[in-house]
């Protein structure tokens, strides 16, 4: 790696660290990521996942808006009833994935949306028109600034030796929200079920059967016609 002024250029092998080091880069983390579908109830740390909620929280959000909330649920009460709501009384012995049930962590987070709007009624952003009223937003920034700090915790999982699996809850938010007094303009990313992976009994869904698309099907370079 060669120093120009005060960047930085890169070799074609992007860096000289060691392995140790590597294991706990952002490239290592996300090679690793997987939906992990089975886990044992095995607890992480106490004060663990509220340090890595802390860390994701940093993730960049609209105007400095701050708008990402999150119900932690680590009890095994509160987790039991997170599953009791969702199901709504129905059968779960011919669930597909019944080893998501172990998992002892549970966190969904929210975009709230008055706080953009507030944020953007400001002077520095009234120019945008954002500031009267959520429908103004094309683009809900409330759930991708929350995408981006599930996106931090799932990484920060992976380098605590844990594992992950994001789920949406669709007609289920309600019923959540209502059960976990959550204010009703809040909006639900999903839910980031957490916890170490069960691996004698590893379930694996037909999503990951997929096969990944080629970096030239993904990428345009200068035109949307223009080959990698």
């Known amino acids: ?9 890169t070799s074609k092998s992007w860096s000289s660290s060691s392995k140790k ?16 579908r089975s886990f044992t109830d095995r607890k992480p740390p106490k004060g663990l996942i509220l340090d890595l909620i802390d860390k994701a929280r940093r993730t960049p959000t609209a105007g400095n808006s701050q708008g990402v909330e999150f119900l932690l649920l680590e009890e095994k009460s509160l987790v039991n009833d997170f599953w009791g709501v969702s199901f709504l009384g129905k ?17 969904i987070p929210f975009g ?24 103004e937003w094309k683009v809900p920034y409330w759930l991708t600034d929350a995408a981006f700090a599930t996106m931090a915790l799932q990484l920060l999982a992976i380098e605590n030796q844990l594992e992950t699996c994001f789920i949406g809850l669709f ?7 209502e059960h976990f007094s959550i204010p009703e303009t809040y909006q639900a990313l999903g839910v980031l079920i957490m916890g170490y992976p069960d691996k004698e009994e590893a379930a694996r869904g037909r999503s990951q059967k997929r096969k990944r698309r080629s970096l030239s099907e993904v990428v345009h370079r200068g035109s949307w016609r223009s080959p990698l």
């Open 112 to 135: 709230v949306p008055s706080l953009y709007v507030e944020r953007y009624k400001e002077d520095d952003k009234s120019y945008t028109n954002l500031g009267d009223d959520a429908k």
């Open 91 to 107: 059968d779960r012995s011919d669930f597909s994935f019944p080893g998501l049930f172990n998992a002892p962590v549970l966190v």
């Open 21 to 36: 080091n590597s294991e706990k880069s952002v490239a290592f983390a996300l090679s690793k990521r997987r939906s992990c």
């Open 1 to 9: 790696m060669l120093t120009v002024g005060r960047w930085l250029k």
């Open 171 to 177: 007609d289920r938010e309600e019923r959540i929200k």
